[in-house]
């Protein structure tokens, strides 16, 4: 901290991926020019040392981790908080569901990802859920065994869960 009188958060941080395929399927759909880098598992990587050296270099004193994209995982952001408890706070969310989706292990559903936020949430190494709430993208959704699209009711149903985990552990 450069000043007593401010404390500067950057409130949307990823650090733990390297903006590459994770699998070989990845690296064909690369080639044929398919390749987003938004839903596709990407490798995991721990770049805490540049974002460190970025965040000595322009005032920043903490960080907020999001895992937004598949390859992130709650347990890497956990072990980055564990390391730089005075640097980074994370939020976390239904990665390794998500990830188990994509890679056809098991078929995305609400109830698993409300169980690994829960999971996480209970560790104490996280501050909020997100950068994305379980179920709220349409993707994941659609995977084949998927519970597919769901009414606004069962929405408000979910959004109510997500709420109450909030609640149950103090956080966004």
Not at 23 to 48: A, C, Q
Request: with cysteine; proline share 5%; charged share 25%.
């Amino acid at each position: 901290m450069r000043s007593i009188a401010r404390f500067i958060v950057d409130t949307h941080c990823h650090i733990s991926t390297l903006y590459q395929p994770a699998t070989e399927e990845g690296w064909e759909m690369v080639e044929r020019g398919d390749w987003t880098g938004l839903v596709e598992e990407l490798k995991p990587y721990d770049n805490s040392a540049l974002t460190l050296y970025d965040m000595d270099r322009y005032g920043i004193d903490m960080a907020v981790l999001l895992p937004s994209i598949p390859g992130t995982t709650n347990e890497s952001q956990a072990k980055l908080v564990k390391r730089f408890p005075h640097k980074f706070r994370a939020c976390c969310s239904d990665q390794m569901t998500i990830l188990k989706a994509i890679r056809g292990e098991e078929q995305w559903s609400f109830k698993a990802a409300i169980e690994e936020v829960d999971a996480a949430l209970k560790t104490g190494y996280f501050v909020g859920i997100g950068e994305f709430a379980p179920g709220s993208s349409a993707y994941h959704r659609q995977l084949p065994g998927a519970e597919g699209k769901v009414s606004f009711e069962k929405r408000l149903d979910e959004w109510a869960a997500i709420c109450e985990l909030g609640v149950k552990y103090d956080v966004p």
